[in-house]
Nanobody, 121 residues
């Protein structure tokens, strides 16, 4: 069984910073992509940023220059450093990862439970 556990959400004023972390644990053979999506009230879930095991990143235009994604492969952990936060960044942030539980099984997507980020104006 694979689990993704997120931490680091909270309430911050506009212009402030938060750092999210997500650790994958359990039966893990290989972790391909790790990243973050977010979902604001009344909106669809959207990709924020992702990073491969080799360090290639994909970052949404809306957060480029403000958010930085990084990863510690030895700990199966992904981080999202969020600076210059805006009220429109308010959402539930979900961690996800493409994980192969063992060498015989294919990669599957796993999701964390979500962490609330609220940015006040």
């Amino acid at each position: 069984q694979v689990q993704l556990v997120e931490s680091g959400g909270g309430l911050v004023q506009a212009g402030g910073s938060l750092r999210l972390a997500c650790a994958a644990s359990g039966n893990i053979f290989n972790v391909r992509i790790m990243g973050w999506h977010r979902q604001a009230p009344g909106k669809q879930r959207e990709l924020v940023a992702s990073i491969t095991s080799g360090g290639s990143m994909n970052v949404a235009d809306s957060v480029k220059g403000r958010f930085t994604i990084s990863r510690d492969n030895s700990k199966n952990t992904v981080y999202l450093q969020m600076n210059s936060l805006k009220p429109e960044d308010t959402a539930v942030y979900y961690c996800y990862a493409e994980i192969a539980p063992n060498r015989l099984r294919p990669f599957s997507n796993y999701w964390g439970q979500g962490t609330q980020v609220t940015v006040s104006s």
